[in-house]
């Protein structure tokens, strides 16, 4: 009898994620929710990291110190002013529930998040890794 494959999934390496299906987040272990996540200023708005009238009057790096001191934020890009969302220290986004392994802020959640696995490192891939 043939062997079963087996693939391992690598997070950091989406030339071995998988082809995604609905229905597949169901069972999974937000691999997705531990890679970096840019989010614009209109995100962190949503997100209520950021005032509306914050946003209209400050340039985005002075938001951006402010966060980066918060802790909210790991990083900014001043080239296309993205924010890159904090990581635990095993990378999972700090607002993913380390127990349910759901999204604390979903219906809030960038809009990166919302086009994933759409658009992204590989477009209709995920890195699906079933939940324990
Ligand atoms: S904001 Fe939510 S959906 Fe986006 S990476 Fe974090 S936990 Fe996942």
Not at 11 to 29: A, D, E, I
Not at 53 to 81: C, M, T, Y
Request: hydrophobic share 35%; proline share 7%.
């Amino acid at each position: 009898m043939a062997k079963k494959k087996t693939h391992a999934v690598n997070v950091n390496k989406p030339n071995t994620w998988v082809k995604y299906r609905k229905g597949l987040c169901h069972s999974c272990m937000g691999g997705c929710c531990s890679l970096p996540v840019e989010a614009r200023l209109s995100d962190l708005v949503r997100m209520e990291l950021v005032d509306p009238f914050e946003a209209e009057v400050l340039a985005p790096k002075k938001i951006a110190k402010r966060l980066l001191k918060a802790g909210a934020i790991q990083h900014f890009n001043f080239k296309d002013s993205k924010f890159t969302l904090a990581q635990r220290a095993n990378n999972d986004c700090v607002y993913l529930n380390p127990q349910t392994r759901l999204c604390t802020i979903y219906e809030k959640r960038p809009d990166i998040c919302r086009n994933h696995p759409r658009i992204g490192p590989r477009p209709g891939f995920c890195a699906y890794q079933e939940k324990s």
